[in-house]
């Protein structure tokens, strides 16, 4: 209320000006005296009022001086007390020929200062009136009518400029306020753009200035920075300096109707306050949207105030140039978060294709070697002992098998890759299949003198999966594990059946797999560096875990007890009246069912 009577915006100075003015009436009122005989109607002599004037106006200047009344919004003291102390001088000095009249233009400017002009020309009319009622208070002497109209008049047309000019300085002094404040803020905002350029490829950097930011233009307790999830639409906490909101916490998307305005704004219990702001204290929530480049939404600024207040036109303008930056400054650390991620799995794909190559070279430079060693022999192969014949056949058959199995391995990556594999799931024994995958693999485990321990439940729940996928995998995992292995070492496979699904592992004594590279063993042409001495081109694991993904499995691998590692999948139960089995097992029967039996 008080903004549509008294002033607000007055120059700070103000009520030193008006002491000068008090003052300097003062003195114009004893000078004027000393050049003129005392009036005949005067109560008492006007050197003695002119003395108790001053004397009046000693302490109210002080209380001016300290607590500047007309500049904070507080006159009405000092508008009685001057009027009153006018009023008075006036009557005791003549009334109609009193110079103490001037002191009634103190008190007009006073009101012009102190009041809008509405109050103020009410004011002025009412003072103007009371000083014509003292002047004319006469003692004997003739009261003159012009010079008390004229004094009427005079007064009030100056009431009227003494308006005018106090209109006029209120207003520039709101201009000049307004512009302190606009280059205040525009100095703040451009700290804070210049923060948030050189933070803008540091996206935690980067929202640490916004939380800053946000705090310190609209006055908040707390604040949080929520971003859009692009997978989910929800929202995630990206930043935030309030302790129930830990980074990275969810919540679901914030339906606030912002407008072009990008500024939502609710009050304690008002339709839209949202139900994770649990905190009694906050009085007022405000929201800022988002936005990309392209205007799409990017996610919210929330802070909580503890009083409710509105947002003036020049602070909610400042917020939306925020926000607009803010989302550039997002888009952009998001990226090059992009960018690097892309360069390191560009660089990532470039190392694996090196070692992917030179490993290529080894296997088929090893085989290729040693046939092109025995090929002089098969000319002699008739005249050579049973025993070398025999060793040679076999030589030629492993290294032969070695070629198959790296062609099959390329083929089926390629396939894999191209998702162009279909499964053929059947009801199948794993005990039974184990049981046939380590007896191929026997031979290995025999030149190293490695024992093979199996242990599964008996009877065993089938799964529902494709023989030959599952082939496979066993076949790799024991053939890494054979590989591996140290002579004269220990190999266990378990079966166990647990929570609608069977779990099937392959453990080893040998160097095993360093954690931090455990994620990455399963990825196309990576080679654990403690295994590139014995390792192959780095395809097995990798058509070991696509093969699993398509039954809707798992695969990890862990420490194993016997001092290596412990390479595991989990292939889910299959029921006999599944449609997927009798389909299955009747194409598994045709092409798939006889390749899967080719031991």
Not at 183 to 208: C, H, P, T, V
Request: proline content about 6%; overall charge neutral.
């Amino acid at each position: 209320m008080e903004e549509d009577f008294f002033s607000g915006a007055l120059p700070a100075d103000a009520d030193r000006y008006v002491l000068v003015v008090r003052w300097g009436l003062i003195l114009a009122t004893g000078l004027i005296y000393a050049m003129m005989k005392t009036p005949l109607s005067a109560y008492l002599n006007p050197i003695l009022v002119l003395a108790g004037v001053a004397a009046y106006s000693l302490p109210i200047s002080v209380y001016a001086f300290q607590k500047y009344p007309l500049t904070r919004g507080h006159p009405w003291w000092l508008l009685a007390g001057d009027t009153t102390c006018a009023t008075a001088a006036v009557v005791l000095t003549g009334g109609h020929t009193s110079a103490f009249y001037l002191l009634f233009l103190l008190v007009l400017i006073e009101i012009a200062l102190a009041y809008r002009w509405r109050v103020a020309m009410t004011l002025a009319v009412l003072v103007d009136a009371l000083q014509l009622a003292a002047s004319m208070a006469s003692n004997g002497d003739a009261i003159n009518t012009f010079v008390v109209v004229n004094r009427f008049v005079a007064l009030l047309v100056f009431g009227v400029f003494a308006i005018l000019f106090g209109e006029n300085a209120r207003r520039e002094e709101a201009e000049r306020r307004r512009m302190a404040v606009a280059s205040a803020y525009e100095r703040r905002l451009n700290q804070i753009f210049l923060k948030l350029g050189e933070s803008s490829m540091d996206l935690e950097r980067m929202l640490g200035v916004i939380l800053e930011s946000a705090q310190r233009f609209l006055g908040a307790s707390y604040a949080v920075v929520l971003l859009r999830d692009e997978a989910s639409d929800a929202l995630r906490v990206a930043a935030s300096s309030a302790p129930p909101y830990p980074v990275g916490q969810m919540f679901a998307p914030l339906n606030w109707p912002t407008g072009d305005d990008q500024i939502f704004v609710a009050e304690r219990g008002q339709q839209g306050w949202p139900d994770f702001i649990t905190n009694a204290a906050v009085r007022q929530v405000l929201g800022v949207r988002l936005l990309s480049h392209t205007r799409e939404p990017m996610g919210w600024i929330v802070v909580g105030r503890e009083k409710a207040a509105p947002l003036p036109v020049f602070t909610r303008n400042l917020i939306r140039a925020l926000a607009l930056e803010v989302g550039f400054a997002v888009h952009n650390a998001r990226l090059y978060e992009r960018e690097q991620a892309h360069i390191q799995r560009l660089e990532a794909f470039n190392a694996s294709r090196s070692t992917f190559f030179s490993a290529l070279g080894h296997e088929l430079k090893t085989p290729l070697t040693v046939l092109k060693t025995l090929a002089p022999s098969l000319e002699r192969l008739p005249d050579l002992p049973p025993e070398t014949r025999a060793e040679i056949t076999a030589s030629i058959q492993q290294n032969l098998a070695r070629l198959e199995t790296l062609v099959t391995d390329m083929l089926e990556s390629v396939r894999l890759e191209a998702q162009a594999v279909e499964l053929y799931p059947v009801l199948l024994d794993v005990g039974q299949k184990i049981s046939r995958e380590v007896a191929a693999v026997q031979p290995v485990f025999a030149r190293k003198q490695v024992t093979v321990q199996i242990e599964m439940p008996s009877p065993l729940p089938p799964v529902l999966a494709d023989p030959r996928a599952v082939r496979l995998v066993l076949s790799n995992l024991l053939g890494n594990a054979a590989k591996f292995a140290p002579p004269g070492s220990e190999v266990r496979v378990s079966v166990t059946p647990q929570d609608g699904e069977v779990v099937v592992c392959v453990e080893d004594a040998g160097p095993g797999v360093p954690l931090d590279e455990r994620e990455k063993v399963f990825d196309k042409f990576y080679i654990v560096s403690q295994r590139r001495a014995l390792a192959g081109v780095g395809l097995g694991l990798f058509i070991c875990r696509e093969l699993v993904r398509l039954h809707h499995g798992r695969i990890w691998v862990t420490d194993s007890d016997l001092g290596g590692s412990k390479f595991c999948f989990a292939l889910p139960l299959g029921k006999a009246d599944s449609p997927h089995s009798q389909n299955g097992e009747a194409k598994a029967h045709g092409e798939g069912g006889q390749e899967d039996t080719s031991h």
